[in-house]
């Protein structure tokens, strides 16, 4: 996460687990089974701790923050070089966070959604899939270097801003009073 995974080398890896390449070798046929576990890992841990920040929450606006300092968290700890490492060089992890991101982080925004409008704390005429769609797909936009390059952007601060200008969209008057209220996101 910190330094990307292409600059990472097996050696790398069995210094800091403190064993010795052979052995990571044992339990790991290469580098990319060792970034497709993480990253299974990495999937499994994310989806226990949102689920958790559902049943927990008081409404989908606190939901919905809360779900956003987990992930400004994330970020802070991420090398923007990750994901084009793992897009480039490790397809098949790549590919379980591509699938993550259309099935998992969609079904979690729609659900939100859904929940915000039987509150009423969200646009009554929003269509819960579309939103949530276009939400999940900007994530990707989040580690464009060509529109974020890291010189002026951190991920995490495109991300909170992502966050605000999505909550903004979909709240209404009752959700715009609860955040300005509640001292939550400014919008």
Known sequence: MKYGIKSVTMDDIAKELGISKKTLYKYFKDKDAIVSTLMKMDINGEMELLQSLTESSKNAIE???????????KLRAVNPALM????????????LFVIHKREDVYGCIKSNIERGIKEG????ELNPEIVAKLYSEKIDMIFNQEVFPTEGYSVETVYSEM???????IINEKGREYLTNNNKLTT
């Open 163 to 169: 966050i605000k200008y999505h909550l903004r969209g």
């Open 121 to 124: 704390l969200y646009h009554q």
């Open 63 to 73: 939901e919905t923050y809360a779900f956003s300092q987990v992930l400004i968290e």
């Open 84 to 95: 084009y490492d793992l897009e480039k060089y490790h397809p098949k992890a790549w590919k």
